[in-house]
């Protein structure tokens, strides 16, 4: 039967590009610039979606929703998100436990922002919204985060059946 505690780790990256709405954590942030992408491109979700997988030994995001399936195509990933909850309770039996979450970007600053992901991540995951961390950092203006040319997310989950 395995373990009763499983850990993930999650990582994702997408390129900014202008006239594009900034999916991130389940909510849109206002900002310029958004995720180039096959989905609504939201990196934090991507992340947790891989975090929440590599836990219960069930592959990754690409393997469950290809970017060559025109299913996906703008999809928002909350649905993706709740799918993947769903998919470790019922063929696993897993539940989650806790996330927590950094997300690298120069700008816009998340601060603001962060209480709503939460409430949007819990909510997708079926988790009261204390169990739901997210951080966010800079790169001090170094590589392309800090070149403001994309957005990067890492994310890591605990599952207990």
């Known amino acids: ?3 009763s505690f ?14 594009i ?15 180039v992408a096959h989905s609504d491109g939201d990196v934090l979700i991507h992340a ?13 995001i690409g393997l469950h929703f ?16 709740k799918h993947v909850v769903r998919l470790i309770l019922d063929k696993k039996g897993y ?4 996330m927590d979450a950094t997300v690298s970007l120069e700008r816009p600053k998340l601060r603001a922002h962060i209480e709503q992901m939460q409430q949007a991540l819990a909510h997708c995951m079926g988790v009261d919204p204390e169990c739901i961390n997210i ?4 790169t001090e203006k170094l590589g ?6 994309g957005v990067a997310a890492q994310a890591v989950v605990l599952l207990q059946r």
């Open 1 to 3: 039967m395995g373990p």
């Open 6 to 19: 499983r850990i993930g780790f999650g990582y994702d990256v997408h390129q900014l590009a202008e006239g």
């Open 21 to 35: 709405p900034f999916a991130l954590g389940g909510i849109v942030v206002p900002y310029e610039k958004g995720p």
């Open 48 to 60: 947790i979606c891989d975090a929440l997988l590599g836990a219960a030994g069930m592959g990754d």
């Open 66 to 81: 290809p970017d060559t399936d025109p299913r996906y195509k703008g999809i928002d990933s909350k649905q993706l998100l």
């Open 95 to 98: 539940n989650v436990v806790n």
């Open 135 to 138: 951080k966010a950092t800079t």
């Open 144 to 149: 392309f985060v800090g070149r403001e040319e």
